[in-house]
């Protein structure tokens, strides 16, 4: 006999397959087994009952597609900013760092 209230091992979401149209429908539906973007061992009794445990799943997912959409900037930043201290820490000056760069 099958038992809809056993334990899920795994939930797997893969962010490739998530469109704004199945984001909507995950708000909607208790039944979130049936979303193609989430992978569990038991997908058929896969259930979430509450609003709030899919608005968590929702933002999750939002937060992650919003920083996989600035990674390049973040990436030239990070790079911009290391490169920036190293060059203080090794000339110790702002003024001395300008002044090196007009000289050549």
Same mark, same amino acid.
């Given at each position: 006999? /099958?038992?809809?209230? +056993?334990? #899920? %091992?795994? #939930?797997?979401? %893969?962010?490739? !397959? =998530?469109? =704004?149209? $199945? &984001?909507?429908?995950?708000? &909607? /539906?208790?039944?979130?087994?049936? +979303? $193609? *973007? #989430? @992978?569990? @061992? /038991?997908?058929? @009794?896969?259930?979430?009952e509450t609003f709030r445990? +899919?608005l968590w799943i929702f933002?999750?997912?939002? =937060?992650? !597609? *919003?920083? !996989?959409?600035?990674?390049t900037t973040l990436e *030239?930043?990070?790079?911009?900013? $290391?490169?920036?201290?190293?060059?203080?820490?090794?000339?110790?000056?702002?003024? &001395?760092?300008?002044? @090196?760069?007009? +000289?050549?």
């Open positions: 006999m /099958d038992d809809p209230y +056993r334990e #899920i %091992d795994y #939930i797997l979401f %893969d962010q490739e !397959k =998530v469109g =704004v149209w $199945e &984001l909507c429908l995950l708000l &909607l /539906d208790t039944h979130i087994g049936d +979303r $193609e *973007f #989430i @992978n569990s @061992n /038991d997908d058929h @009794n896969l259930y979430c445990h +899919r933002s999750s997912i939002v =937060v992650i !597609k *919003f920083l !996989k959409l600035i990674s *030239f930043f990070g790079n911009f900013l $290391e490169s920036s201290w190293n060059l203080w820490t090794q000339y110790g000056s702002f003024y &001395l760092i300008v002044l @090196n760069m007009l +000289r050549g």
